[in-house]
Structures are given as C-alpha cells and as structure tokens.
Nanobody, 125 residues
C-alpha cells in the first residue's frame, strides 16, 4: 500500500518560515520524481515545486522562486520543502505527490500517480 504522509504545516506570520516533510512508503522512492502542489479555497491545484529522482534537477513556480527550496533524502524516503519569506498568498493546503515522469518546465497534477492527504499552511499578514 502506497502512503505519502505530509507534516510540518502550521500558522505563521508573513515573513516567517516553515519546513514541510513528506514521508513515503510502499513504493521505490528513488524511482519517482516528487512534487509539491498547493490548493487554496476556490482555486485550482497548482504545482509549486518538483524534483527529479536523483535530486539533480528541480523546478519552481515563479511565485515561489527564490523563497522555497525542495530537496529529498532517498535514504529516508522523505521529501522536503523549505519555505522562507512566506506571504499571505502562500496560504493553502500543500500536497506531496509521486510521479513516474519528471518535467523540468512545468507541473501538471495528471503526471503524478500518488498523493498525500495534505498539510495546511496559513500565513497571516
């Protein structure tokens, strides 16, 4: 049974930081590209960042570039998202996802096979 479990969400003030984690079980973690998506109420799910299986290539949405850093530890089957300089518009449910294909230019939910349940991030002004 494949499980992706996110943690690390919470409530912070603008300018603060959070580190999200996603622990994966039930699949060969280092065979998969991994990504973070987010969805705010009333909005579509959007890709935030993704990373190739080896960690050698990453993608960031323009809205988070320079503030967020994605990383992975294949030995621990864990994906991370370090979020700095948080803004109120970063408020959303954040989901990690595993995909069999990696796209360095964009992120589409349809390319990801497995999803976590999400962790809420709330940034107040």
């Amino acid at each position: 049974q494949v499980q992706l479990v996110e943690s690390g969400g919470g409530s912070v003030q603008a300018g603060g930081s959070l580190r999200l984690s996603c622990t994966v079980s039930g699949l060969s973690f280092d065979d998969y590209a991994m990504g973070w998506f987010r969805q705010a109420p009333g909005k579509e799910r959007e890709g935030v960042s993704c990373i190739i299986w080896s960690g050698d290539s990453t993608y960031y949405a323009d809205s988070v570039k320079g503030r967020f850093t994605i990383s992975r530890d294949n030995a621990k089957n864990t994906l991370y998202l370090q979020m700095n300089s948080l803004k109120p518009e970063d408020t959303a449910m954040y989901y990690c996802a595993a995909g069999s294909a990696y796209n360095p230019y964009d992120m589409f939910p349809r390319d990801y096979n497995y999803w976590g349940q999400g962790t809420q991030v709330t940034v107040s002004s």
